[in-house]
């Protein structure tokens, strides 16, 4: 639907080439080079797709530029980049709704990466329910009634693997975003769970040390992670719990997580959704042991 919507709204505008250089179009916008008889104004990003789906003849073209035929795109990941890198340089209502079109393509195609990786993870973790992938992908705007920074709209897309079920609390999940500066992050885990959930987490360290001790040391999670974050980590072990446990410093945890970064600007990105899931697989015995303890 994306690509056949934005085929319609952009049939709305036709302009000349004489005209389009007298006025000023920012940088998403360019001419389809597929219909050099119509000067149609289209994102430059969706030419650059028509252009390769022509150049595979799975395109047919009809009086109306509609699609009668399409291919299954994959994520346009220089696109996203520059998208994300223009959105950052410019916070703003004004210019998200005038490249608009650019994202909403992005947004329509993001949504196949998420399906992509979760088809791969459910063939090493079963437990996967399943889900679907556009409501698995967080939305763009930012919620600023209680924020300082008041900018609308995030730098970057992100989505978990599975049901974004906010009400349970214990419930680990796997996260990835790609970020403006093309910077992929992954996560696996519980992040900021509530007062009672943490003191679930922390009595079942207590009661079953060698469950998270089995987990830590586990081979492909120590080389993918090294160990879990320690992001916002206590000064000290919280009251009620010994001060002198073998595993204290993960007593002083306010997030129960591991995460792995990627620079997308110095490797291919071919094969993401691969690597994405290799990541996750990885996290499996952190994933295993959140999952094997009881609440309440």
Avoid at 100 to 118: M, Q, R, S, Y
Avoid at 201 to 211: L, S, T
């Amino acid at each position: 639907m994306g690509i056949r919507h934005a085929l319609r709204q952009a049939g709305k505008t036709t302009v000349t080439r004489r005209t389009l250089a007298s006025r000023h179009i920012s940088r998403p916008f360019a001419i389809c080079a597929n219909f050099p008889e119509c000067a149609t104004l289209l994102p430059g990003y969706l030419c650059l797709r028509l252009n390769k789906l022509c150049s595979r003849k799975v395109v047919e073209r009809v009086t109306s530029y509609s699609l009668t035929k399409t291919a299954e795109l994959t994520m346009h990941f220089p696109s996203l980049f520059q998208f994300l890198t223009g959105l950052h340089e410019n916070n703003n209502r004004p210019w998200f709704l005038h490249n608009k079109p650019h994202f909403d393509i992005l947004n329509e195609e993001f949504p196949e990466l998420v399906a992509e990786v979760g088809e791969r993870v459910r063939k090493f973790d079963p437990a996967l329910p399943s889900f679907e992938p556009k409501k698995a992908v967080f939305r763009i705007y930012r919620d600023v009634r209680f924020a300082k920074d008041k900018s609308p709209y995030k730098t970057h897309f992100g989505a978990v693997i599975g049901e974004r079920n906010m009400s349970d609390k214990l419930r680990p999940v796997n996260y990835f975003q790609i970020d403006h500066n093309a910077h992929l992050l992954i996560s696996s885990g519980i992040y900021c769970p509530p007062p009672e959930i943490l003191k679930i987490i922390r009595d079942d360290i207590v009661a079953h040390p060698a469950a998270l001790t089995r987990a830590l040391t586990n081979a492909s999670f120590k080389k993918t992670f090294g160990d879990l974050s320690v992001d916002d980590r206590m000064s000290r072990v919280p009251k009620g719990y010994e001060k002198d446990h073998p595993l204290a410093p993960y007593l002083m945890n306010r997030h129960y997580f591991c995460e792995a970064t990627m620079d997308l600007s110095k490797q291919s990105t071919k094969g993401l959704a691969r690597k994405i899931a290799d990541t996750f697989e990885a996290a499996m015995p952190v994933m295993t042991w959140l999952r094997g303890i009881k609440g309440g």
